[in-house]
T-cell receptor, first 112, second 114 residues
Framework: SQKIEQNSEALNIQEGKTATLTCNYT??????LQWYRQDPGRGPVFLLL?????KEKRKERLKVTFDTTLKQSLFHITASQPADSATYLC???????????FGTGTRLKVLA | GAGVSQSPSNKVTEKGKDVELRCDPI?????LYWYRQSLGQGLEFLIY????????KSGLPSDRFSAERTGGSVSTLTIQRTQQEDSAVYLC????????????FGEGSRLTVL
């Protein structure tokens, strides 16, 4: 069956460290993979998109990698800050479709 | 407005009543999505619109759920004869592109069925 898995456990890290979040998928061939941030009581906000033929994408303190062999994406936040505390969601879109499939999200807490 | 607007932000209803949730997407965005998010869960795809047409309604949980979009803009999600398991946050998103574009989400409509 098709699955997208993100760490259901919350991730606590110390301010200034790099946070690494994982998104694993099975039985999908995504053309695009996106990462979103969701704060409590708010809608998700788009952060980064990476295509199937891209290995890595960066934006300021954010970095996303995409390994289609391992069927995994890693999302890194460098020099993390307490303001980065939120739930982070990955979403897949397969080629020729319009349906974004979301993972359940990982809650990140950056400790001051 | 500049963003996706959803109303009501909160709705409490009694089991068996009908509810309507409204989404006003970003102007010019032809793609519109409805998702449902239950407490502590991920986003469950409900339906997608390209313009006024919905190519795939298979994400709607039952025939009590329906959605329409008019004028390529505002969309309404209707839930008839609400059940307690319908309680969730209903999120709307719009996108400029059909595939690959980023989704712009509204703040959601929180539905509580007593």
């Amino acid at each position: 069956s098709q699955k997208i898995e993100q760490n259901s456990e919350a991730l606590n890290i110390q301010e200034g460290k790099t946070a690494t979040l994982t998104c694993n998928y099975t039985n999908y061939s995504p053309a695009y993979l996106q990462w979103y941030r969701q704060d409590p009581g708010r809608g998700p906000v788009f952060l980064l998109l990476i295509r199937e033929n891209e290995k890595e994408k960066r934006k300021e303190r954010l970095k996303v990698t995409f390994d289609t062999t391992l069927k995994q994406s890693l999302f890194h936040i460098t020099a993390s800050q307490p303001a980065d505390s939120a739930t982070y969601l990955c979403a897949l879109l397969t080629s020729g479709t319009y349906k974004y499939i979301f993972g359940t999200g990982t809650r990140l807490k950056v400790l001051a | 407005g500049a963003g996706v607007s959803q109303s009501p932000s909160n709705k409490v209803t009694e089991k068996g009543k009908d509810v309507e949730l409204r989404c006003d997407p970003i102007s010019g965005h032809t793609a519109l999505y409805w998702y449902r998010q239950s407490l502590g869960q991920g986003l469950e795809f409900l339906i997608y619109f390209q313009g006024n047409s919905a190519p795939d309604k298979s994400g709607l949980p039952s025939d009590r759920f329906s959605a329409e979009r008019t004028g390529g803009s505002v969309s309404t999600l209707t839930i008839q004869r609400t059940q307690q398991e319908d309680s969730a946050v209903y999120l709307c998103a719009s996108s400029l592109l059909t595939g690959g574009g980023e989704l712009f989400f509204g703040e959601g409509s929180r539905l509580t069925v007593l």
